[in-house]
């Protein structure tokens, strides 16, 4: 274990029984408890469920020169690697960030944060859905390693995932924790301040910004959706960073202007901007030194930024911030909008959109009039044992975030009957 953790950050929720089966002879084992925590979540079945599910472009989608498209699961092992490389240079422990790099988005439903738009629209009446606190909710509860504890992980891993260190508020769209889950984020926030994220989950969380900004214009780009050399042209240029300024930053709409014409002039986008993909090898090898580059970057940027302010000492949980240059946010803010006006905002996409959150409204309507009988064994036990029709469709709710794309639209053709995406 990293120096600058102690008892408190390794302690479980629940107290574990040694294991039985080993040998005799055995040697004694040296993992620590964040290195085991690390190994609970990448052998679960809610991380290989990722593998199903939307990132960007679904899993089942592309044209024929955008390769494999990234998903969910293959998103969060790009988060986890990144972040580990932050760790290491920061002094936070690296397992710590590892496990929240792999854990982030298992709470996440079907057809990606379209999904989760839908979900949430059906569960108001047992408290909304949220992908971070369905997460906590997997890892703490779903997750079947531990009875009624899920992974039991230790209190800094745990804390690390936690995105939203706080219960849902009015005003407040993003929120880590349901009011039912609420002993264990108390359990795990003991002596952290008040909705303030331990450096090892703002580490996570930059990380899954860089990911997210740079691999899916990667995505977009070889689907054929994404020309950077649109950020040459005034207009085009102007558009992205006014949606960037909407939806990613505080910047001023001229700055992130400014920001797009000096990323743009880098060597290795203009390399990819001057001509469009067609997926040949040399097409693949300059879009690859643009994304291990921009990512370079990213990643350098707030190390430096960091080290500067805090010097180098070991960085753990409470005793400093990750400090991100203006600059560097800038730039992440526009490459998440480029991916925003020319793969999300797409109208044949959104149409899609509409279909799959009509699919899962439907599906959780029909699950929730036939219940038992319709959910898998492990959710049946919770839904004979609610007491009231919220925590009914909590149950529900928990069972159709678990399906992946194909899953969902599975049981609701076997369910309902008729299949809403197709044409």
Not at 94 to 106: C, E, F, M, R, S
Request: charged residues 25%; glycine residues 8%; negative net charge.
């Amino acid at each position: 274990m990293t120096t600058g953790y102690g008892e408190h950050d390794s302690a479980r929720l629940f107290a574990e029984r040694e294991k039985t089966a080993l040998l005799p002879d055995a040697w004694p084992a040296r993992r620590g408890p964040f290195s085991r925590d690390r190994a609970r979540v990448l052998h679960s079945a809610a991380l290989r469920r990722l593998a199903g599910k939307t990132q960007v472009v679904g899993p089942n989608e592309g044209s024929e020169v955008s390769g494999v498209p990234r998903t969910r699961l293959t998103h969060s092992l790009e988060v986890a690697q990144i972040g580990r490389g932050i760790a290491e240079e920061l002094g936070c422990d690296p397992d710590v960030v590892d496990t929240a790099g792999l854990a982030h988005d298992i709470g996440h439903p079907p057809f990606g944060h379209n999904g989760e738009r839908a979900l949430n629209a059906v569960a108001q009446d047992c408290g909304g859905f949220e992908g971070n606190a369905q997460t906590l909710r997997i890892l703490t509860r779903l997750e079947p390693k531990i009875e009624n504890h899920g992974l039991n992980l230790t209190r800094a891993c745990l804390d690390a995932a936690t995105k939203y260190p706080w219960p849902r508020m009015a005003g407040t769209a993003k929120f880590g924790v349901y009011e039912d889950d609420r002993p264990v984020f108390e359990w795990l926030r003991e002596g952290a301040p008040a909705r303030r994220q331990c450096i090892e989950a703002q580490v996570m969380d930059w990380a899954d910004d860089v990911a997210y900004s740079v691999h899916d214009v990667e995505d977009g780009v070889r689907a054929g959706r994404i020309s950077l050399g649109e950020l040459t042209v005034p207009s085009e240029r102007a558009a992205v960073a006014e949606l960037a300024a909407k939806s990613f930053s505080s910047e001023p709409v001229s700055a992130l202007e400014d920001a797009a014409r000096d990323l743009v002039r880098l060597p290795v986008v203009a390399a990819v901007s001057v001509r469009e993909y067609d997926g040949s090898t040399g097409a693949q090898v300059h879009l690859k030194r643009l994304t291990s580059e921009l990512v370079g970057r990213f990643v350098s940027a707030a190390v430096t930024a960091t080290r500067r302010e805090h010097g180098d000492g070991v960085l753990t949980r409470y005793a400093a911030d990750l400090v991100i240059p203006p600059r560097v946010a800038a730039e992440v803010a526009l490459l998440k909008a480029v991916a925003l006006r020319y793969v999300m905002s797409d109208p044949d996409r959104r149409a899609l959109q509409v279909r799959q959150r009509q699919l899962l409204t439907e599906l959780v309507s029909t699950l929730t009039e036939r219940g038992a009988e319709a959910l898998e064994p492990e959710f049946v036990p919770s839904w004979r044992a609610a007491e009231d029709d919220a925590q009914r469709l909590r149950v529900v709710i928990d069972q159709v975030a678990s399906l992946t794309d194909a899953q969902a639209v599975s049981w609701h053709r076997a369910l309902v009957g008729w299949p809403p995406l197709s044409g």
